[in-house]
């Protein structure tokens, strides 16, 4: 008798903890297959210190094959399932497509972007939800103080100088408080750039930051931020974004380079393509995270409606501490559809926030106890590291580093401005055109109805040598003949495939020109119930 297929679609904290789970409990009787666009799993809380310099890329990622020893991992993106025929089709990082049948499966796809219709967002703004975004984020924020520093004109050193983050959430407030102290460092005992005041503003239009936390927190983060130097500006967003600045919502203009948009997530439009029960975006799952009616299917995570048993009537929030209990409680069940174990019912119980502020400031709460300061700092480092399911050494060896050492500020110019535009399926891969990927996008792109996007006329790959290395796009505002050279392509839509969304970076400069090719739209236009769920974090480590 063959062995049961499970499949796993999506390896973010619910999908990831599942195929942990099923692993330990199927020792082998059951054939799992987990389908991601990348071969890592990507702790999302310490992204910020990768922005800031703390830590290195790869210290928070995690191998998927190196720590799921029993699970086949495919590489690639769904792009449907077709739930009579029990298959999951799907596209590789190659171009290739490729079918997955299952006699499970588990739908762990995740959140895409929320983005709002404000002009010029799409264009300006970038992510954080991906490494591109954050290794991008780096250099360009890195670049903005050294061309600062050799700036003839007051006025343009200001406006490089200053930098402008939506959202005021756990990753919107954690990158300007990294973002802040990265900045400092950079002008901090440096002769040439004496008198440089980098300047960071953080928006939001909820009336304190960090609105979902408790009061006292919200105080403790917001009293941080100020003392700083951070600009906080509560009841305030964006009304447009432009190539020299973003006018907001009260009516006045800043000068700015560089735009990061932390305002949230939407369901992945993959669960709606199902054509099932949905709730918000998201696919109704019972207590036990199955499908009605569909007794081969769950779904967990930001994907899933699941409801809150301590809240009758109401649903989990979209949140990285729920996606991960519930990955081990869909592991758990869909093991028990099989006959190996019982089944259960999702529960949770809140222990806690922890939010990191940089440096040796925090914001906590665990077990109800309000913390700040040196304390809170360390419990939520003690935290992530006992939380994390890989490199803790190598991420408290880089803590140990940051703390005697200084950072080093040098653009690796590894990840560009048009390779993480904002309005994108996967922030979770850097675009490169001249690649076969592009063409694997188009193909997917057609197949949802809309005209596929192609690479500009003459726009090189960046893996071929046809050109001095590193050449950056031209600049409108600084180059006036920037329309005799080819534009970088723009974003990349799939409205019904898997997606991995995520949020935010900056505007124009030497460095970056990620306007999108004519006739690309500006913006996704958003389910009409999604909600604008904060960014997924970590509460408490059960």
């Given at each position: 008798m063959s062995r049961p297929r499970i499949v796993i679609v999506g390896a973010g904290f619910a999908g990831y903890r599942a195929a942990r789970t099923l692993s330990r409990i199927t020792r082998r009787q059951a054939d799992i297959t987990l389908l991601n666009p990348t071969d890592y799993f990507l702790y999302l809380p310490l992204l910020p210190q990768v922005a800031a310099g703390i830590l290195e890329p790869r210290r928070v990622t995690v191998s998927l094959s190196g720590t799921l020893r029993h699970v086949r991992l495919v590489l690639g993106e769904a792009d449907s399932i077709?739930?009579?025929?029990?298959?999951?089709?799907?596209?590789?990082?190659?171009?290739?497509v490729g079918t997955l049948p299952y006699d499970r499966l588990i739908l762990a796809a995740g959140s895409v972007n929320k983005l709002l219709p404000i002009p010029g967002v799409a264009e300006h703004a970038h992510g954080f939800r991906g490494l591109p975004e954050a290794l991008y984020l780096r250099d360009h924020v890195t670049r903005q103080v050294e061309l600062a520093a050799t700036a003839d004109d007051p006025k343009s050193c200001a406006a490089r100088c200053t930098f402008v983050v939506v959202g005021a959430g756990y990753t919107g407030t954690e990158v300007a408080a990294q973002g802040q102290l990265f900045t400092d460092s950079q002008v901090r005992k440096h002769p040439l750039r004496a008198g440089m005041r980098p300047r960071w503003l953080l928006l939001d239009i909820a009336d304190r930051v960090l609105p979902e936390m408790d009061e006292r927190l919200s105080r403790t983060a917001d009293r941080v931020l100020r003392q700083r130097g951070v600009d906080v500006r509560m009841g305030t967003s964006v009304k447009e974004a432009t190539h020299n600045g973003v006018v907001l919502s009260d009516g006045s203009f800043v000068d700015t380079r560089t735009l990061v948009w932390c305002v949230g997530v939407r369901p992945d439009p993959l669960a709606e393509s199902l054509e099932l029960p949905m709730e918000k975006g998201r696919l109704l799952v019972d207590p036990h995270l199955q499908v009605p009616g569909r007794p081969e299917l769950f779904a967990a995570g930001d994907a899933a409606a699941v409801p809150d048993l301590e809240k009758p009537?109401?649903?989990?929030?979209?949140?990285?501490?729920?996606?991960?209990?519930?990955?081990?409680?869909?592991g758990q069940n869909v093991a028990a559809?099989?006959?190996?174990?019982?089944?259960?019912?999702?529960?949770?119980?809140?222990l806690?926030?922890?939010?990191d502020l940089g440096g040796v400031k925090a914001a906590a709460n665990p077990l109800g106890v309000p913390l700040s300061g040196v304390a809170a700092g360390a419990v939520t480092r003690g935290y992530h590291l006992a939380a994390m399911p890989g490199n803790r050494v190598r991420v408290a060896a880089d803590w140990l580093l940051d703390a005697v050492l200084p950072r080093q500020a040098v653009q690796l110019g590894l990840v560009r401005s048009w390779s993480v535009p904002l309005d994108t399926a996967s922030p979770e891969l850097a675009r490169v055109p001249g690649r076969s990927e592009t063409g694997a996008q188009d193909k997917k792109t057609e197949k949802h109805g809309e005209p596929a996007?192609?690479?500009p006329a003459g726009e090189p790959a960046r893996n071929q040598a046809d050109g001095p290395e590193g050449t950056e796009p031209p600049d409108p505002v600084q180059d006036p003949d920037a329309a005799k050279h080819p534009e970088p392509p723009g974003p990349v839509?799939?409205?019904?495939?898997?997606?991995g969304g995520r949020e935010p970076g900056s505007g124009t400069d030497a460095d970056t020109d990620g306007r999108p090719p004519p006739g690309t739209p500006a913006v996704h236009k958003p389910h009409p119930d999604a909600p604008i769920a904060p960014e997924p974090r970590y509460q408490d480590p059960s």
């Open positions: 077709d739930l009579d025929g029990n298959t999951v089709h799907y596209t590789g990082p190659e171009g290739d009537g109401e649903y989990t929030p979209m949140t990285a501490q729920h996606a991960w209990r519930q990955g081990r409680t869909v559809s099989l006959g190996m174990g019982e089944r259960r019912t999702y529960r949770h119980r809140d806690g926030f922890v939010v996007g192609k690479q839509k799939r409205p019904n495939s898997r997606a």
